[in-house]
């Protein structure tokens, strides 16, 4: 299982961007895909997630500016993050919870996509 995270970038404040992601390889069940981030000196915290069930569920400090969506035919998870602030600077990570073949349910990481915001 692969997951390739793009769309990162340097924004002013206030500004937006968009992260991308798309999972492949074996897939049986897809239980949830989402977003992380973790800052320098900080811990990776869950910035939004998707459930199959249509449930989603976000960090507090960006409810109302982050959304996340999912496209099940292509695997895929998205981040539009809006009224970017200095403090959501960090590498978000996107995530997968599945089941395949080889495994039963266990998370997925991709690798990080810098986002920088400048004040």
């Known amino acids: 299982v692969q997951l390739q995270a793009s769309g990162g970038g340097l924004v002013h404040a206030g500004g937006s961007l968009s992260l991308s992601c798309v999972v492949s390889?074996?897939?049986?069940?897809?239980?949830?895909l989402g977003w992380y981030r973790q800052a320098p000196g900080k811990q990776r915290e869950m910035v939004a997630r998707?459930?199959?069930?249509?449930?989603?569920n976000y960090l507090d400090s960006v409810k109302g500016r982050f959304t996340v969506s999912t496209d099940n035919a292509k695997n895929s998870v998205y981040l539009q993050l809006n009224n970017l602030k200095p403090e959501d600077t960090a590498l978000y990570y996107c995530?997968?919870?599945?089941?395949?073949?080889?495994?039963?349910?266990?998370?997925?990481w991709g690798q990080g996509t810098l986002v920088t915001v400048s004040s």
């Open positions: 998707a459930f199959n069930n249509g449930t989603t």
């Open positions: 995530y997968a919870f599945l089941s395949n073949q080889y495994f039963g349910p266990r998370g997925y």
């Open positions: 390889g074996s897939i049986f069940n897809l239980y949830a």
